[in-house]
């Protein structure tokens, strides 16, 4: 059985990465990350540093962990990347999130 904490821990991650994968994220992130068709005069690597801090950034607030926190900013780059390549659906992307956030909420 899993305890209250692990599920709390996991809805507030499921909660942050909505945040920072939604609002906080906005238009500008969003297209400026996209390697392959980047905005003019803005380099792609900033923006999709900046977008996977953001998700690191909340991983260490709701886990304390800067392990956590580091393999997050790695996955989420490479996850985002991916997507941007066109290896991942929208879908595979949400979910490959999301599966990880169960696994810092569960380790």
């Given at each position: 059985?899993v305890s209250?904490?692990v599920?709390?821990?996991?809805l507030?991650?499921?909660a942050?990465?909505?945040?920072?994968?939604?609002?906080l994220?906005?238009?500008?992130?969003?297209?400026?990350?996209?390697?392959?068709?980047?905005?003019?005069?803005?380099?792609?690597?900033?923006?999709?540093?900046?977008?996977?801090m953001?998700?690191?950034?909340?991983?260490?607030?709701?886990?304390?962990s800067?392990t956590?926190?580091s393999?997050?900013?790695?996955?989420?780059?490479?996850?985002?990347?991916?997507?941007?390549?066109?290896?991942?659906?929208?879908?595979?992307?949400?979910?490959?999130?999301?599966?990880?956030?169960?696994?810092?909420?569960?380790?």
């Open positions: 059985m209250n904490a599920l709390s821990r996991i507030l991650l499921f942050g990465h909505a945040l920072c994968d939604y609002p994220q906005g238009n500008f992130l969003a297209k400026g990350k996209n390697h392959r068709n980047p905005l003019p005069r803005v380099p792609w690597y900033q923006c999709m540093f900046a977008h996977a953001i998700h690191a950034g909340m991983v260490y607030l709701i886990t304390q800067v956590f926190a393999l997050e900013f790695v996955v989420h780059f490479w996850t985002d990347f991916a997507k941007c390549d066109g290896k991942l659906t929208f879908n595979q992307d949400q979910s490959i999130h999301y599966a990880f956030k169960v696994l810092w909420g569960v380790l």
